[in-house]
């Protein structure tokens, strides 16, 4: 090649090799922060999420007497189509009213000052009496003939109890009662057994897939119902009857001459009861949990009821339309700490009450979203920046256990409320702070409303929202091996 020659083809080569690399460049997606939530978004729209089945669907029929001696008598009946693909030889239930039973707290090593009693009058399967088992928690019946998948069964129950006082949410406090997870509840099936786990007195140790529910009431005078009902008038009627569908549970108290605060948000009617001659607090509960539900369904979605009741008696618990609030492990908070209560059990009508996950194995995704959730609502209302470097020094000095395990792996509750929400928060250090954590967690719910999610959906979600080659960046706070 004479030097002209070779110089020419050095600079048309010089000019393809160019050409070449401008037009690759432009075909890659750039990395920076503006174009990277556009090519998530893209992204997402390939993205299936998926569910975990809970192997059964299940509707139950509740009818609830309560005697002036504050006896109650049910009956109740469950329908249950097995949806798992194994075949069933028994039936496995959660009947937590049997935990609090002098008998059941002795084996626990607990005491109370008043126990509980029940008494299971009947229990048969499609019409034909059954020997179950009751064991602390745990109803068992064996199936005389096994359930394949596709089947249903139809299982009643006639039972009596009266309430412990000092109990766990299903308990007695002053003249109130408050019927939580007060029915026999059918345990979600999986990998080929029943997931019932032991009881235990902290967290919630109860699994339930989504149900739906017809409640009849029956209660002395004197005495007023708020629950899960979505459409109750105060005072209630004394006799009764609600339907409410696609909820994990049903939760009735029973009050005794509350005061009564209410307030509309939207479409949304707030009230909260309170026991004492506290009518400001009463109305800045309400206030508190206007604002934050109005945030809540313009951040994350609609909120999934017309009524949101707040018993401000007992400890910070929610059940599907109403909370309760008031104190912590028995010890009652400031007034301060009470609305963020509120705030807090409000953000679990998203996550828990329409998001679900085994509250058990993997607490971090109800809790940990939900205190992730409640952050958010108070940094949308403050000027000043996301404090990363304090929330990062909170969490210094726990043992660095990773936040998905089950209850019985923690000694307190820190991991699966403090460092699982914060590890979240990090995630938006430097992707786009408040307003990142916003989308992300809208574009979350869209995808698992009324799903069972687990920490390996979440991280499979998560890489594909986040654009993420692997999963390293989970590694440090969530056991994915
Ligand atoms: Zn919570």
């Known amino acids: 090649m004479n030097p002209i020659r070779k110089w020419l083809f050095l600079i048309i080569s010089f000019v393809v090799l160019l050409t070449l690399i401008i ?18 978004n893209r992204a997402m729209n390939q993205f299936t999420p998926h569910t975990i089945s809970s192997g059964n669907e299940s509707q139950y029929t509740i009818q609830l007497v309560m005697g002036k001696d504050g006896k109650f008598h049910v009956d109740t009946t469950v329908n249950i189509k097995n949806t798992s693909n194994d075949s069933w030889e028994e039936l496995m239930f959660y009947f937590i009213p049997n935990i609090f039973t002098k008998s059941s707290m002795e084996q626990l090593d607990r005491t109370l000052k008043v126990p509980g009693t029940v008494q299971m009058n009947k229990m048969t399967v499609d019409g034909i009496p059954v020997g179950y088992v009751l064991e602390k928690d745990t109803l068992s019946a064996p199936l005389e003939k096994s359930l394949g998948p596709g089947e249903e069964v139809s299982v009643d129950f006639s039972y009596e109890f009266t309430l412990p006082e000092d109990g766990l949410r299903f308990t007695k406090s002053g003249n109130n009662y408050h019927l939580a997870q007060f029915y026999p509840m059918i345990a979600t099936y999986r990998n080929g057994q029943w997931n019932k786990e032991a009881y235990r007195f902290r967290g919630e140790t109860y699994h339930t ?4 529910f017809k409640v009849s009431y029956d209660i002395p005078e004197g005495y007023t119902i708020a629950s899960s009902n979505d459409n109750e008038v105060f005072p209630s009627q004394r006799v009764g009857t609600f339907q409410v569908n696609k909820v994990k549970d049903v939760f009735i108290a029973i009050l005794e001459d ?37 945030y809540f369904q313009e951040v994350i979605g609609p909120y999934p009821f017309k009524q949101l009741d707040i018993v401000v008696d007992g400890l910070g618990m929610e059940y599907p339309g109403i909370v309760t609030v008031g104190s912590i492990f028995g010890h009652p908070v400031d007034s301060k700490s009470l609305k963020n209560m509120v705030v807090h059990e409000l953000a679990h009508q998203w996550f828990y009450g329409v998001v679900n996950n085994d509250p058990y194995k993997e607490a971090w995704l109800d809790e940990g979203f939900t205190s992730f959730t409640e952050k958010l609502f108070y940094f949308s209302n403050s000027d000043d920046e996301i404090p990363f470097e304090s929330m990062y020094k909170m969490i210094e000095g726990l043992e660095p256990l990773p936040v998905n395990l089950p209850l019985d792996q923690y000694e307190n509750s820190s991991h699966i409320y403090g460092k699982s929400s914060t590890m979240l928060w990090s995630l938006f250090e430097k992707r786009g702070g408040l307003e990142g954590a916003e989308k992300f967690l ?18 499979r979600f998560a890489k594909y929202y986040f654009n993420l080659e692997d999963a390293t960046e989970f590694e440090s706070w969530l056991d994915i091996q």
């Open 442 to 459: 809208k574009t979350y719910y869209d995808f698992y409303h009324y799903k069972e999610i687990d920490t390996e959906e979440f991280v």
């Open 23 to 40: 037009v690759v460049k432009q075909l890659l997606p750039e990395k920076t922060s503006e174009a990277k939530v556009s090519t998530e």
């Open 258 to 294: 509350p005061l009564v605060i209410e307030k509309r948000e939207g479409n949304v009617s707030i009230r909260v009861f309170g026991f004492k001659d506290k009518e400001d607090l009463y109305k800045e509960i309400s206030e508190v949990a206007a604002e934050s539900l109005s």
């Open 209 to 212: 897939g989504f149900s739906d």
